[in-house]
């Protein structure tokens, strides 16, 4: 299959996504990517750098011609969100992409594609690569850990790069010109529970809640996809007066709309029936409720073996309010700019086993003071249910500059060559902008990229089409970079 992707135009933008994609990368397990990419400028007798941190750093003088323009930083992260389907037998840590065409779009085979960002290390590689693309004095900024924490980002010190220029290739629309993204934060709430040591005289079951669209949790959050803890928790209560949980797991990243929910309940034996029964009614219901936008959510009742422990009652109320009334969803819309969403939360993960829960939560925003409100909204919400609440990961927006002499040349060019105006916009993302700018601030930045469906989702796709086309704005961008002061 993956040898189809190989003769896509532009080809070498293919190859090498298809070489990386051969590659595991999981966010915080990158060793094998980093080590693929310092060979691969190595190979090119490029001078390659590892920052302490493990971001990699490949220099490329300006080619004949283009030494007087400003020299660029070109800047894509390494790790890869892995999302699966449930009933999709894959091993991450050992296997690599596997690839398929349907129509205009390149996709997986029930996993995620990791064209985020593996498509804008691609672009990058091609162009070091190349012997006949003009460009000014590059450095290609490879970051590690975008996903799940931003930890490459923060961690590049001042002094490593030398650009005056950033492009950053992690947008997912290829008509839109990125000068901006909001902030976030890592909101986790844990509390211990009590456990009841069951008597046998009970009848368990398995709860399986799958087939939710999932996607990005900053780019998809406007989009009202279902939740599938806060669909789950909707079951629990409409059946929490005959039921004790045991376990639960759903979601599985804090930046995915989680797709999934496993629990297993247990209730009285003579009560089994009318749980059944108000379970699937509860379900049904959601499901008529969300049926044009999440087709195809399956709700499995499946009777299992009695577990031997479960949370009491005031353990598991205070679980399904602090779930309940927690905030999940778009907080804020933006006052200065239409469409986009200012501030926002995702419920990305409930856990609940042997007598701990943990609620894990990604609060992004454009605007602090909104983040602060929505953060305050969780806290109190979690602390009322007596949870204790943890605020970790924080990272910081990134500010528009309209002033941009990049942006300029950029809304040119692709006017020029597409005969439209390309969007001007920020994103409800946390793009590595903000946080790079922390130690460079004086760097001109600006973000683009091809067309990316479902990222973080199995569903994700990466238009061919759109390839081609944000290839030959590239091209175009690295002729016309401006020139030295």
Same mark, same amino acid.
Not at 74 to 86: A, F, R, W
Not at 109 to 126: F, H, K, P, Y
Not at 306 to 332: S, Y
């Given at each position: ?86 009933d999709t037998i894959f091993d991450f840590e050992k296997e690599g992409i596997k690839m398929k065409i349907e129509g205009d779009w390149v996709t997986a085979v029930g996993t ?30 490879f970051t590690i850990d975008e996903e799940t924490g931003m930890t490459g980002a923060k961690g590049l010190q001042a002094g490593y790069l030398e650009g005056e220029i950033l ?19 890592? &909101?986790?709430? /844990? #509390? $211990?529970?009590?456990?009841? +040591? ?5 009848? !368990?079951? *398995? ?58 309940? &247990?209730?009285? /034996? #003579? $009560?089994?029936?009318?749980? +059944? ?5 509860? !379900?049904? *219901? ?62 990305? #993960? ?136």
């Amino acid at each position: 299959m993956n040898q189809e992707i190989r003769n896509l135009e532009p080809k070498a933008l293919w190859n090498n996504f298809s070489d990386i994609n051969a590659v595991p990368r999981a966010s915080k397990k990158e060793e094998r990517i980093i080590a693929f990419v310092v060979a691969f400028g190595k190979k090119l007798d490029l001078e390659t750098v590892i920052d302490p941190i493990k971001n990699v750093i490949i220099k490329k003088p300006a080619t004949p011609g283009m030494e007087n323009r400003k020299p660029i930083v070109m800047q894509s992260h390494l790790d890869m969100v892995h999302q699966k389907n449930s009933d999709t037998i894959f091993d991450f840590e050992k296997e690599g992409i596997k690839m398929k065409i349907e129509g205009d779009w390149v996709t997986a085979v029930g996993t995620t594609l990791g064209a985020d960002n593996g498509l804008g290390v691609a672009a990058i590689m091609s162009v070091l690569e190349s012997t006949d693309i003009p460009h000014p004095a590059i450095e290609a900024l490879f970051t590690i850990d975008e996903e799940t924490g931003m930890t490459g980002a923060k961690g590049l010190q001042a002094g490593y790069l030398e650009g005056e220029i950033l492009l950053n290739l992690d947008t997912e629309e290829d008509d839109e010109i990125d000068i901006g993204c909001a902030g976030g934060v890592d &909101v986790t709430a /844990t #509390k $211990n529970y009590t456990e009841i +040591i069951l008597n046998g005289n009970c009848k !368990a079951f *398995k709860l399986s809640l799958t087939g939710l669209r999932g996607g990005h949790s900053g780019m998809d959050i406007h989009k009202e996809f279902g939740n599938a803890n806060k669909i789950m928790n909707q079951i629990f209560e409409a059946t929490q007066n005959i039921i004790n949980i045991s376990d639960l797991k759903g979601g599985s990243l804090r930046n995915a709309i989680p797709r999934e929910s496993f629990a297993t309940i &247990v209730c009285n /034996t #003579k $009560n089994a029936a009318q749980f +059944i029964a108000k379970a699937e009614e509860s !379900a049904n *219901k959601i499901k008529s409720d969300l049926s044009a936008i999440e087709p195809d959510l399956e709700f499995v009742i499946e009777a299992t073996k009695c577990p031997l422990k479960a949370m009491t009652d005031e353990d598991q109320n205070n679980l399904i309010l602090a779930t309940k009334n927690a905030h999940n969803g778009v907080f804020k819309m933006s006052e200065t700019m239409q469409g986009l969403v200012e501030a926002s939360n995702n419920i990305a #993960k409930i856990n609940v086993m042997h007598g701990s829960i943990e609620i894990g939560c990604l609060t992004r925003s454009s605007v602090e003071e909104s983040k602060k409100q929505i953060v305050d909204q969780l806290t109190t919400t979690f602390e009322q249910e007596g949870f204790k609440v943890k605020l970790s990961g924080a990272y910081p927006g990134w500010s528009p500059n309209a002033n941009s002499a990049i942006l300029a040349v950029m809304e040119n060019l692709y006017e020029k060559l597409f005969d439209k105006k390309a969007d001007v916009v920020a994103c409800h993302a946390g793009l590595e902008c903000g946080i790079l700018g922390t130690n460079y601030p004086d760097m001109d930045m600006i973000s683009f990229g091809p067309t990316i469906k479902g990222a973080h989702s199995p569903d994700e796709r990466a238009s061919i089409s759109s390839s081609q086309k944000f290839w030959k704005y590239l091209l175009e961008i690295l002729k016309n970079i401006p020139l030295k002061e």
